[in-house]
C-alpha cells in the first residue's frame, strides 16, 4: 500500500512537491501557517490539517518544505514534539546546515523517528511536475523506505551517504549559484553603465555557451525587470550562502567569491528586497 505522506511547509517548493505527490497517486494531508497556501492543493485532492500536529497523525512520512534551521526547530522540536509516530520517516528537503542535519536526526532517532535529508534541485514548477533531482542521505535503508515518495517529485533520486551529506550538496549548489548569479548581474550592470541595451545582452547570453539552465532562468526576471513572485527568494540566497561561509571556515577553506556574494545580497536585504527573486541583484536601484 502507497504511503501516507503529511506535507509542512506550502511555499514555492512545498506546493510544488505536495502537487507531485498527489498526481503520482499518493494520501497527502497538507499544513502551512498560512491556510490559505493550501487551498489550490485541497482543490487538488489534498487533506488540509488545522495544525502540524493533526497533519502528522497517523502519518508514514513527514515531508518538510521549510525557510531555515529555526522554522525546522520549531516544527519538529516544537510542535511536534511528542507527536511522530515511531518509526515514521522525516523527509527533509529544507536548506540547513550539515550539523543541524546531524543533531535533528540524532534527536528525532531517540523518539524512534527516522530522518532522510533529501537535497532537491530544481524550481518549483519542476517540483510540481515531479522533475526535481533529488540527492538523498541518512541511513540508506530509510532512503529505500521512502523511495516512492522521493520518486514522485524527482526525475533523479540518488543516494549520496551518511546525514549531513546532502546538506553539503546542496549548499556547494547554491554556493555556485549565488556566485554565477552575480556574475550575470555584473555583466548586466556594466553593459548598461556603458550604454548597452539589456535585451542586446541577454539575448547574446542566450546563444553563448554561458548559457546555462539556471542562469537562463534568472536572465527571464532580468529581461522582464520583476523579481515577484520569487522563485528563490533574495533571503534564502544570502541565508544559504552564510551557511556555506560558515562550513568552510569550521574545515579551514577560504571562499573569497562566496563572500563577495554574500556581501551583496546582505546589501539586497538591508535595501528591504529580501522577498524578490535572487535575481533583483541585476538592479542598482533597490
Given at each position: 500500500?502507497?504511503?501516507?505522506?503529511?506535507?509542512?511547509?506550502?511555499g514555492?517548493?512545498?506546493?510544488?512537491?505536495?502537487?507531485?505527490?498527489?498526481?503520482?497517486?499518493?494520501?497527502?494531508?497538507?499544513?502551512?501557517?498560512?491556510?490559505?497556501r493550501?487551498?489550490?492543493?485541497?482543490?487538488?485532492?489534498?487533506?488540509l490539517?488545522?495544525?502540524?500536529?493533526?497533519?502528522?497523525?497517523?502519518?508514514?512520512?513527514?515531508?518538510?518544505?521549510?525557510a531555515?534551521?529555526?522554522?525546522v526547530?520549531?516544527?519538529?522540536?516544537?510542535?511536534?514534539?511528542?507527536?511522530?509516530?515511531?518509526?515514521?520517516?522525516?523527509?527533509d528537503?529544507?536548506?540547513?546546515?550539515?550539523?543541524?542535519?546531524?543533531?535533528a536526526?540524532?534527536r528525532?532517532?531517540?523518539?524512534?523517528?527516522?530522518?532522510?535529508?533529501?537535497?532537491?534541485?530544481?524550481?518549483?514548477?519542476?517540483?510540481?511536475?515531479?522533475?526535481?533531482?533529488?540527492f538523498?542521505?541518512g541511513?540508506?535503508s530509510?532512503?529505500?523506505?521512502?523511495r516512492?515518495?522521493?520518486?514522485?517529485?524527482?526525475?533523479?533520486?540518488?543516494?549520496?551517504?551518511?546525514?549531513?551529506s546532502?546538506?553539503?550538496l546542496?549548499?556547494?549548489?547554491?554556493?555556485?549559484?549565488?556566485?554565477?548569479?552575480?556574475?550575470?548581474?555584473?555583466?548586466?550592470?556594466?553593459?548598461?553603465?556603458?550604454?548597452?541595451?539589456?535585451?542586446?545582452l541577454?539575448?547574446?547570453?542566450?546563444?553563448?555557451?554561458?548559457?546555462?539552465p539556471?542562469?537562463?532562468?534568472?536572465?527571464?526576471f532580468?529581461?522582464r525587470?520583476?523579481?515577484?513572485?520569487?522563485?528563490?527568494?533574495?533571503?534564502?540566497?544570502?541565508?544559504?550562502?552564510?551557511?556555506?561561509?560558515?562550513?568552510?571556515?569550521?574545515?579551514?577553506?577560504?571562499l573569497?567569491?562566496?563572500?563577495?556574494?554574500?556581501?551583496?545580497?546582505?546589501?539586497?536585504?538591508?535595501?528591504?528586497?529580501?522577498?524578490?527573486?535572487?535575481?533583483?541583484?541585476?538592479?542598482e536601484?533597490?
Amino acid at each position: 500500500m502507497p504511503p501516507s505522506v503529511s506535507v509542512i511547509g506550502l511555499g514555492g517548493m512545498g506546493s510544488g512537491m505536495a502537487r507531485a505527490l498527489l498526481a503520482s497517486g499518493l494520501a497527502v494531508t497538507a499544513y502551512n501557517r498560512s491556510a490559505d497556501r493550501a487551498a489550490p492543493l485541497v482543490e487538488a485532492g489534498a487533506a488540509l490539517a488545522p495544525s502540524a500536529a493533526e497533519a502528522v497523525a497517523g502519518a508514514q512520512v513527514v515531508l518538510l518544505s521549510l525557510a531555515d534551521e529555526n522554522a525546522v526547530d520549531q516544527v519538529l522540536f516544537g510542535e511536534l514534539d511528542g507527536r511522530l509516530n515511531a518509526g515514521a520517516v522525516v523527509v527533509d528537503t529544507s536548506t540547513v546546515s550539515p550539523a543541524f542535519a546531524r543533531e535533528a536526526a540524532k534527536r528525532l532517532a531517540e523518539s524512534g523517528v527516522r530522518r532522510v535529508e533529501a537535497c532537491v534541485i530544481g524550481n518549483p514548477e519542476m517540483a510540481a511536475a515531479g522533475r526535481l533531482r533529488v540527492f538523498a542521505a541518512g541511513a540508506e535503508s530509510d532512503v529505500d523506505l521512502v523511495r516512492p515518495v522521493l520518486g514522485a517529485i524527482g526525475q533523479e533520486v540518488r543516494f549520496v551517504g551518511g546525514t549531513g551529506s546532502a546538506s553539503v550538496l546542496k549548499l556547494a549548489l547554491n554556493l555556485m549559484l549565488g556566485v554565477q548569479l552575480l556574475g550575470l548581474a555584473e555583466a548586466v550592470v556594466f553593459a548598461e553603465a556603458t550604454g548597452l541595451d539589456r535585451d542586446l545582452l541577454l539575448d547574446a547570453f542566450e546563444g553563448s555557451g554561458w548559457r546555462s539552465p539556471v542562469l537562463s532562468f534568472r536572465a527571464g526576471f532580468m529581461r522582464r525587470r520583476e523579481y515577484r513572485p520569487a522563485m528563490f527568494r533574495a533571503a534564502l540566497m544570502r541565508k544559504d550562502l552564510d551557511l556555506a561561509h560558515r562550513e568552510a571556515l569550521e574545515h579551514g577553506a577560504d571562499l573569497p567569491m562566496s563572500r563577495c556574494a554574500l556581501d551583496r545580497f546582505a546589501a539586497v536585504l538591508a535595501a528591504g528586497r529580501g522577498d524578490d527573486d535572487a535575481a533583483i541583484v541585476a538592479e542598482e536601484s533597490w
